[in-house]
Structures are given as structure tokens and as C-alpha cells.
């Protein structure tokens, strides 16, 4: 119908069509052509198409009309027999090109937060009570994080961390004086909830430190976690976990546990060992109280248990003072978080002075416990608010002996001179008369006069000096003494049981002289010899009030101190 202008293109019904861009052409020319014939039924297709060419100049081509134009064709040539509009709707679908998906943008990865650096306390990142601060990281691996708050005396805060997984945080709460002051620290808020939590009482004026690291070992990229710090109005209420406790095996406080009365202290409740309150070294705690937590029973007294961190070689000294009047405290410590474990106690620091004191040389790293209770019982729970006290332990020197002489006094080599002996003087007796022979007279001699008597030569007696004895022969003796803490009662020194600079002292029992004097190691052992004594020695501790006589000459000591039990409650 058109002539050689125009090449015949078979198509089937669902198939796709392709046209390249020189048939295209070819077509436009075709069409312009059909124009000058006599109108038919495809006759506004083909005006249609003429439109399309027009444009095709300018612009890419589209399939779509092409397509229609040539199923015009085929039904005009009778190639195609009946055709139906709707069969070439089904080709232009199956031809229409799928569009290309659009790609997500990758969100950028988070590293080091805006508050960095604030790695330790000097760098740490104000937030104030009240406030919160989001998108914090713990990037690189192993970074610390530090932030601090002004608290005011007396009052208490809730310092809580929310983290996204990925994160698993651990606070620590520090006082004013830095990283010796503990005041409390938290792994996870319950079972379940990586976050950390952690409630604390000022106990003075100044700026609080919160410290947090992240437990899980995964790459912290692009993972946040929250902080917030908040005043908590009154007395604190039970949290479903201890917020405390550095044991992540504890588990959450029972729904029963009882909740406090009206008039209990800001350090409640600490009824118990595993609600012992965390105390800092050298912090003083006023106004608390034996209001107990849950006090419907009178003659149950509330006793209150705290905990401090101590090392080895440490001297702490625990002590309640400022009692209101009508208090009596009864103090007691405990090496371990049981009765079993029961320590040196104290109920009146002096006659008529009814707070408590107990100092303790510490042999080991860990908690130390204290139990304050009261001395009397039977006032009821709603008028125990007064009778209140104030709490402090502190880390003093180890009381030290004044340092004797090391060595023991010698004999004098050599004693005074003896005076010399003045011998006494003989007395000369007077001559006798010679007689006269028988027969002889004699003239008469005159008349004897007595000759005077000679007056008695005075006599000097000189005390002759008392010899010196003789002392006893000097001997050799070495002595070697281990002094040691059981704690695991074996009867048996452990290397970390030894107790060190504990003074000891030899002397010589004849004259009460000082031998040897020294302070033990830091296994709790001394060793003393080669010794020059005279005879038996006494060996002593002054601080455990411990002597013992020796007279071996290589003797070998061993000086153990034994945990005593004591009862579960304070009489």
C-alpha cells in the first residue's frame, strides 16, 4: 500500500518490540507519505504518528506510538486479519521498559561523640541536674568517659545511662575528692536492660564525677547511648535492682522487700549485707538514723550496714560522733559479706561516752562491712527520727612504737682500781726490871714514880670493795616469727595472709635489757640472729599484747590470729 518505502514487521500478540533508531526514521518518512491518501479507519493513527515524527527530530524516540502506527499497518494490509485495540494495549505493556530502583543513601557511620575529649576527670563533661546529653559513643574501643555535676550536701541525685544495642555500659560515682571517693557504682539496671544506674547522697557541697565504660567487646561504631542526672525529692525509693553493687550475679530485689517509713535517713535502705551502702575514705555522714525501712515490729531494732574498699597494709579508723541526745551506737566489723566473718567491734568509745570507734589493719583487698546498730530497742519505729548520728571512716597511719636501742648495752671492759692496803702499826711493849743478887744491900733508890700510861694508837679500818660476780656466759640465738590472719581457718599461713609493720621486741629476762627490735615484712614475717644473750629471752608483740619466753637457741615462731564468730543481731 505504501510502496518500497516501507518495510513489513510481523508482531505477536505479548511479545516485546524493538525498533532501532534508523527504522524509526524510516517510518516517519512512510508516514509523512500516507498523508496524502484518502482518510480509513487508521487514518487518525497515522496523523497522529506524523505528529510524533515531527518530534522525533528534537527528541529520543518512544516505542509507543510506533507500535501503534504499525499495528495500523497490518490491519490496512490485511497481514494481521481482525484487530482489536485492546491486543495492541497488551503489547505496549509487555514493551515498557522497568524502571530502575532508586538507591538508599547508607546512613554515616557515628565514631567519636561532640563532648570528647573527656577521658578522665580533668577533662570531664559538665551536665547539669535535671539535664540529659544524647549521641554519646564509647568510640575508639576502650574509651572511658567521665562527666560531672554539682550536688549539694545532704541531697540525693539518680545518675541513669540508656544505651542502644550494641552497648553494654558501667558507671562508677565519684565525690569531690576525685578517685579516692567511691560512692557508688552499677553494671546493668536489671535483667534485660544494659543501662546503668547508680543513687547517691551528697554528702557534701561540690562537684560529683560519673564514669562510664562499655562492658561488650563488639566494634562501638555507630552505636549511642544516653546520660541523664536527676534530683531525687526525699527519700529514695526502691529500685528493682541493688544500684550499688559491682556484682553483676545479684539479682533483682524481690517485690516483697518491704518499703521505708516516714522518717528513714537518705542512706536507706541498708537493712542488710547486699544493701550495704558504699561509703568513701574520709567522708563524713550526717543525720541518720535507726528508723527502719520496714518497721512494723518495735522490738526488731534497724541496724545499718555500710561498705568501704580496702587494700593491704591500710590503717582505717570507723567512728560515729554528733549522737543526739538518748542515741547509743554499737559499732562491728566484718571482713566478709556474712556473720561468719565478724571482726573487732566497739559499744562506748569512753566511760560516758556512748559513740563508737574500731580501728582496723587491713590484710586483704576487697569490701570491708560495718554494722551500726542501736544499744537500746522498744521505741516505736515513728519516733525513732530523732535520735540520730553522724558517721565517718577514715584512712589513717598505722600506729607506730617509738624505736629502741637495736643492740643491748655491753659490760665494762674493765672495772675501777682496788685502794692500795695501809697495814696497821705493832705496839712496842715496855722493858721489865733486871733483879738484884741475894745478900747485896743496895742503897735505897728513890721513889718510883708510875710512868705515865701511853695513849692507845688509833686504828684505821679500810672496807675492802665487794669482788664483782662474775656474769654468765654469753650465748648465740636466732629467732625467726611469722605473724598471719586465717581467714580461711586452715591453720595454715597463705601467702596473702601475713601481716606486716607490726613492731617486735626481744629482751633479755636477767636485766630486762633490749636485744632486737624490728617490723615484720610484708608476708608478716621477721627474722632476728645471730643474738648474743645471756640467757632466756622474752619475745613481744606490743600491738597484740602477744610474749613468749624462749631459751632455743634457733627457734621458729608463729603467731596466728583466728576469726571469731559473733552473733547475727547487736544485743
Known amino acids: 500500500m505504501f510502496g518500497s518505502d516501507v518495510d513489513s514487521v510481523g508482531v505477536k500478540q505479548g511479545l516485546p518490540l524493538l525498533i532501532p533508531s534508523a527504522a524509526a526514521a524510516l517510518l516517519c518518512v512512510s508516514t509523512r507519505a500516507a498523508l496524502l491518501f484518502a482518510c480509513n479507519p487508521v487514518c487518525a493513527i497515522v496523523v497522529s504518528m506524523g505528529t510524533y515524527c515531527s518530534r522525533a527530530r528534537r527528541a529520543r524516540p518512544s516505542i509507543r506510538p510506533v507500535i501503534t502506527w504499525l499495528m495500523g499497518l497490518l490491519v490496512m494490509s490485511g497481514l494481521a486479519g481482525a484487530w482489536h485495540p485492546s491486543e495492541a494495549v497488551d503489547v505496549l505493556a509487555t514493551a515498557t521498559k522497568t524502571a530502575t530502583p532508586t538507591k538508599t543513601p547508607t546512613a554515616t557511620p557515628i565514631h567519636a561523640d561532640l563532648y570528647e575529649p573527656n577521658n578522665d576527670f580533668n577533662s ?128 533483682a530485689t524481690p517485690s516483697g522487700v518491704p518499703s521505708a517509713i516516714p522518717g528513714a535517713d537518705a542512706m536507706e535502705p541498708n537493712y542488710d549485707f547486699e544493701h550495704a551502702r558504699v561509703l568513701g575514705a574520709g567522708v563524713q555522714y550526717d543525720n541518720l538514723n535507726f528508723v527502719p525501712w520496714a518497721g512494723s515490729d518495735p522490738n526488731q531494732p534497724d541496724n545499718d550496714f555500710f561498705r568501704i574498699w580496702v587494700k593491704p597494709g591500710l590503717f582505717f579508723s570507723c567512728e560515729t560522733f554528733n549522737l543526739s541526745p538518748g542515741t547509743d551506737t554499737n559499732m562491728i566489723l566484718y571482713l566478709g559479706p556474712s556473720f561468719e566473718q565478724g571482726g573487732p567491734g566497739n559499744d562506748d568509745r569512753a566511760p560516758g561516752d556512748y559513740s563508737s570507734q574500731v580501728s582496723w589493719y587491713s590484710t586483704f583487698t576487697g569490701w570491708l562491712y560495718i554494722l551500726v546498730g542501736p544499744r537500746w530497742s522498744g521505741i516505736p519505729p515513728d519516733q525513732l527520727a530523732p535520735f540520730t548520728y553522724s558517721l565517718e571512716c577514715s584512712l589513717d597511719q598505722a600506729p607506730t612504737l617509738t624505736p629502741l636501742p637495736p643492740t643491748r648495752t655491753p659490760w665494762p671492759t674493765s672495772s675501777a682500781p682496788l685502794p692500795t692496803y695501809t697495814p696497821v702499826p705493832t705496839y712496842t711493849p715496855y722493858p721489865s726490871a733486871t733483879p738484884q743478887p741475894t745478900g747485896v744491900v743496895q742503897a735505897p733508890s728513890p721513889t718510883q714514880q708510875p710512868s705515865p700510861t701511853p695513849p692507845p694508837i688509833p686504828l684505821s679500818i679500810l672496807p675492802l670493795p665487794t669482788a664483782t660476780p662474775a656474769g654468765p656466759a654469753l650465748r648465740v640465738i636466732t629467732i625467726d616469727i611469722l605473724i598471719y590472719y586465717d581467714a580461711n581457718e586452715n591453720l595454715n599461713p597463705e601467702l596473702e595472709e601475713g601481716i606486716r609493720d607490726l613492731a617486735v621486741a626481744v629482751y633479755d629476762t636477767v636485766g630486762s635489757e633490749l636485744v632486737a627490735f624490728g617490723y615484720t615484712s610484708e608476708s608478716g614475717g621477721l627474722h632476728f640472729g645471730p643474738l648474743s644473750v645471756t640467757g632466756v629471752v622474752r619475745v613481744e608483740v606490743p600491738f597484740l599484747g602477744y610474749s613468749r619466753r624462749v631459751s632455743g637457741t634457733m627457734e621458729q615462731i608463729e603467731v596466728r590470729i583466728a576469726p571469731q564468730p559473733l552473733p547475727e543481731d547487736i544485743p
Do not use: C, H
Request: no cysteine; aromatic share 10%; net charge negative.
Open 124 to 251: 570531664a563533661t559538665p551536665i547539669s541536674v535535671g539535664g540529659s546529653l544524647s549521641n554519646l559513643t564509647f568510640w575508639p574501643q576502650g574509651d572511658t568517659d567521665y562527666f560531672k555535676f554539682w550536688g549539694k550536701a545532704s541531697r540525693t541525685y539518680q545518675v541513669q545511662s540508656t544505651v542502644n544495642p550494641g552497648l553494654d555500659s558501667y558507671m562508677r560515682i565519684y565525690g569531690p575528692a576525685g578517685a579516692g571517693q567511691l560512692l557508688g557504682e552499677n553494671d546493668d539496671v536489671e535483667p534485660g536492660n544494659l543501662g546503668s544506674r547508680v543513687i547517691i547522697m551528697a554528702p557534701t557541697d561540690g562537684f560529683y564525677f560519673v564514669e562510664l565504660t562499655n562492658r561488650d567487646p563488639t566494634d562501638p561504631v555507630g552505636r549511642t547511648y544516653q546520660l541523664g542526672v536527676d534530683e531525687v525529692p526525699g527519700t529514695p525509693s526502691v529500685t528493682p535492682t541493688p544500684t550499688d553493687t559491682v556484682e553483676p550475679e545479684v539479682s
